[in-house]
């Protein structure tokens, strides 16, 4: 570990009020108390991941967030969201150079390629909009207006739709709505409403016709049918508060869903989609933010703000082993598992004497 030192801590709580948003309503001791309570540098199992590449996202200043990342396979690009820098940095997945900057936004919470178009869109979170761009040359194409807090975005390619999470809280509502975008005309063409004014992130079946979304402030998750575009079922959470991160074992009919319980710890909560019931939970770090899921190996991945990449092996359905965890960064909470490429995305913000930075790890 890094030891930011008292100078670099009181720059990191500094910019953390900076960002608006969810986050904004944990206690801004969180990185105080990871700097200074020894859980980061002790021991540890060796993870079946391997640190190969660190890129370097140049020019972003100090500040506790950078958000979701996206990649482009074919074209090797990898797109970060370094929220205090106000852009989208465009990097050569096998060089790690910069290509591009895609400046002048507000709050980048998610970026997506689309292949098929060549285009990459952006959630721009402060101003409420999902802005477009040509993926040959990164000019503007279009920007959707939906509403204040616009966050997390997910897709549906085959049937030409994205889905964009927004209003809630941050727009004064103590509702929101999933914005339904078709990806070929850049219309938003639905709004679907939540009775949650925290709104978070969302897994969408590849087979079925689900889509699942965390309602944050109220320890729940919505089940959206998403072809009559409603909320067909509400399902409790028992095991875990305040669900973040979530991803989907569809082979198994399972959802699993990261919860920040605290600051310092959190949990996996296991559905089963076919019943809603919780079947099960495991212990993560605080501030888990991501979940992925490789189904051939049966591999977990959470990124969790505390400081470390989390690696669970599935027993069965319902139950997950810790297999080791990997050094990371403090706040560095966002991650991406590229099944194609055994790789690991862990995104690192600027926070005192650590730099901004992608880490890249080879999984086993």
Known sequence: MTNLGVYGCRLALKEHTLRKGADMKRPAFLLAALLFTGVRGQPQTPAPVTLIQTIPMPGVPVGPYTDHLAVDLKGHRLFTTPQAYHSVQVFDLSTGNLLHEIGSLGNAHAVAYNADLDRICVVDGEPGLVRCFDGRDYHALQIVKLRQNADSMTSDPPAKFMYVVNGGEEAHQGFSFISVIDTSSLKDVADIGLETAVPEQMALEEKGMRLYVDFADKSQVGVVDSQKRTVVATWSITKGKRPIAIVLDEAHHRLLVGCRNTDMQGSIVVFDTQTGNETGSFPVGGWVDYLGFDPPTGRLYATCGTGY????????????????????????????????????????????????????????
Do not use: W
């Not at 989390?310 to 082993?321: A, K």
């Not at 590229?338 to 930075?357: C, D």
């Not at 880490?359 to 086993?364: A, D, G, R």
């Open 309 to 364: 990449l989390y690696v669970y092996q599935q027993r069965d359905p319902d139950h997950y082993d810790l297999v080791g965890k990997a050094e990371t960064a403090v706040m560095a909470k966002t991650g991406l598992l590229v099944p194609e490429l055994h790789r690991v995305f862990v995104s690192v913000p600027h926070i005192g004497g650590t730099p901004a930075k992608v880490l890249v790890f080879e999984t086993k």
